[in-house]
């Protein structure tokens, strides 16, 4: 069992930064595929960013303003997210799975979630 914690989140004026962390219960974590996905009020669950199999991924709505990483050292993973938008208003999950599935960008391929943090970008 793997839990994951983020934090982070909050309201920031549109073309600001934030950066989420997501911290993770269990050191066999840093084997893991690693993403974010994020949902918007009266949206469906959308995928942002992901690490799986040795390649990062992005949605095209936040590539070139959106950067997934990790550290190892402290089984954290992280979404520097700049030049936000207010269509960037969302709760923000993190997700693990031992798998590295080619389905990077399902919500079913990820066993473990985090609980969210909100995210909230003014115009």
């Known amino acids: 069992q793997v839990q994951l914690q983020e934090s982070g989140g909050g309201l920031v004026q549109a073309g600001g930064s934030l950066t989420l962390s997501c911290a993770a219960s269990?050191?066999?974590?840093?084997?893991?595929?690693m993403g974010w996905f994020r949902q918007a009020t009266g949206k469906e669950r959308e995928f942002v960013a992901a690490?799986?199999?040795?390649?990062?991924y992005y949605a095209d709505s936040v590539k070139g303003r959106f950067t997934i990483s990790r550290d190892n050292a402290k089984n954290t993973v992280y979404l520097q997210m700049n030049s936000l938008k207010p269509e960037d208003t969302a709760v923000y999950y993190c997700v693990a799975d031992p798998r590295h599935s080619s389905a990077y960008y399902a919500p079913y391929e990820y066993n473990y979630w985090g609980q969210g943090t909100q995210v909230t970008v003014s115009s």
């Open positions: 269990r050191r066999t974590f840093t084997t893991y595929a």
């Open positions: 690490r799986s199999g040795g390649i990062t």
